[in-house]
DNA sequence: TCTATTGCTTGAGATGCTCAAGCAACGCCG
DNA sequence: CGGCGTTGCTTGAGCATCTCAAGCAATAGA
């Protein structure tokens, strides 16, 4: 990989294109669930599933909303079978929210659907897509850097 | 700055973190919407209109939604006086929305009042945060790589 | 047990969103 | 010039999303 030269950013500079990167995101993303049928809001519920069940209160803390806003989303994915409602074997208030096969393949078809991303991704190369990885992660996800071999 | 050690993440892994990633960007984002009194749509129009005005057209594109939408967003901000109609000069049928100055602070207070974001920022170092932002530009934003020294 | 808390749902009211329809301004072409 | 299709925005209908307040069931703690 070659040495780069970059000049530093500020921290606003820094908001600011983590805000035009969302926004373009959340286009192309809303766009790929629109061609699923699905709304932007129901779309993000299955992707937070994807990686794990999640109580009814998990979600709303996750998508920072309310609960009650929760129980419409999941009753309209639970309508077309992409979700199901498990009562949680702890605890009986506890509604699980799992994805059915469907709603897997679902999430699936959305991400790969999301040409704009895909195709600006495609124009990195793998050290580039390493390190995109690991700075979003420990960012967004408050992962560690990888192991230093300084 | 350290050498490091990466495993190549697959498209996949990284199309997740990308979800992930702007996931929890956007609960960040609209609580400190809901902080100013917005909604995230609100915000999120006042965000794009920082960088330069838009006509109404360009924000639908923009956020990638139906132009019908934009009118009643941006007549709730106007009422608000965040925003103002300008019909362009060149094309009566236009109208340019222009950040006021209220709205301007109000974009740059969300911003500011985006701790977790700003905190996980701050864990990065300043070749970290170069790196970051070169890259979510060639991502998202469609800019070429920095400078090459190799 | 008695009580406070927690998890979820319901209903009301505002906003967001899409679609179809409509008006005004523009552009082109005869 | 005059006609005519296109474009930019708005309006209205209909449903989804979202917040808040209220309510019920189950849990946890005294």
Redesign the pocket.
Known sequence: MAETIRTIPTKAQLMERLADSFSGYYGDF?LAA?DAGL????AKTLGVLRTAPA????L?TT??????????????LEKRELVR?EV?PT??????VVLTTAGEETVDAIRARMHTTHAALDALDDADRAVLHDLLGRVFCGARGPRSAT
Do not use: F, H
């Open positions: 809303s629109a709304s932007a809001s129901q109580s009814m209160r998990a709303a998508l920072a909303c309310d609960a009650s806003n929760i129980t419409g989303i999941v009753d309209r409602r949680s605890d009986r208030r506890v509604k699980n």
